[in-house]
């Protein structure tokens, strides 16, 4: 007789947990924001279907190669502890090559210039899990990997990367993650300190950390105005870039409380609404 704990929905719904699944969120809007504006509208359906495959099968690769190297770690932080109690590290291991595959399988309906491109971006998605072994700025690493997203949703959709709105859209994707990782690293300060591990807080202090953050979102808000008039976005677009500098700026409030229950408010629920929101603005402005 099958436990409950072995059950395979169960099984499912923990390995989705252990991956953050639903933090899928931060970055597919982007990549889709930036498809809408490359085809002017909708691509094909292969095209949409290869991004949507890629940037699942990539984001799942990545957070559960991170979750394989960090075994260790996660066990020795009470924040993380759970992590190894919803699957074992090679089940981890298995999710991350499965991960690939599925990226794998979704370049097939892309073009040349994807598959070109994709061992760098595997290069970049996976080395973001080491960084925080040798360099203080493993958060802008991070940033990068999703900054890749609207990168290449962008050369899916047009077979070329010499346009200026995605790199003005992938810089403040970069720009808008390394801030909120910073916040939710705030966590995670007094831990790496104990164990050596060079997170910005860690080096600089929670004030420092905060600051900079601030500046980042700044930047990144200022770098999707830029999108937007690079694009030629209009009315809907513009009522989202507001509301989500207003959905900033009331991260930072909520910073200020240094809770626990706050800081995951301001890295999940305000960000993954920031993230939408651009979204529609783009859908909005295209199709309105």
């Known amino acids: 007789m099958t436990s409950v704990g072995s059950h395979p929905s169960i099984r499912i719904a923990n390995l989705l947990r252990l991956i953050k699944f639903s933090h899928t969120l931060f970055a597919l809007p982007f990549a889709l924001a930036s498809m809408l504006v490359a085809a002017r509208g909708l691509p094909t359906a ?30 020795q932080n009470p924040r993380t502890a759970e992590r190894s109690r919803l699957a074992s590290r090679w089940e981890a291991l298995a999710l991350c090559l499965g991960g690939l595959t599925l990226f794998g399988s979704g370049l097939l309906l892309l073009n040349g210039l994807c598959r070109l491109l994709a061992l760098p971006a595997i ?29 290449g949703a962008w050369a899916a959709v047009r077979g070329e990367l010499t346009s200026v709105a995605p790199y003005l859209l992938a810089a403040s994707v970069l720009s808008w993650t390394f801030g909120f990782d910073l ?29 900079v953050a601030q500046i980042l979102h700044g930047a990144a808000w ?11 976005l209009s ?16 991260e930072h409030r909520l910073c200020r409380k240094k809770d626990g229950r706050a800081l995951n408010v301001a890295f999940f629920e ?7 929101l651009l979204l529609l603005g783009v859908i909005g402005s295209l199709w309105l």
Request: charged fraction near 10%; hydrophobic fraction near 55%.
């Open 183 to 211: 916040i939710y690293s705030l966590q995670d300060r007094e831990v790496d300190l104990r164990l050596g591990l060079h997170s910005f807080p860690a080096r600089y202090g929670a004030a420092t950390t905060l600051r």
């Open 123 to 151: 290069v970049i998605i996976l080395g973001y899990s080491y960084a925080k072994r040798f360099t203080s700025f493993c958060h802008a690493l991070l940033g990068l990997a999703l900054g890749l997203a609207p990168l």
């Open 235 to 250: 009315g809907a677009y513009w009522l989202a870039c507001a509301i989500a500098g207003a959905a900033l700026l009331y």
């Open 270 to 276: 305000v960000n993954v609404a920031v993230s939408l």
């Open 46 to 75: 292969s095209i949409l279907g290869g991004i949507l495959v890629c940037m699942v099968g990539a984001r799942t690769a990545a957070m559960a190669f991170n979750r394989y190297v960090d075994w260790e770690i996660d066990q």
């Open 222 to 232: 200022v770098g999707w105005v830029a999108f937007g008039l690079q694009a030629n």
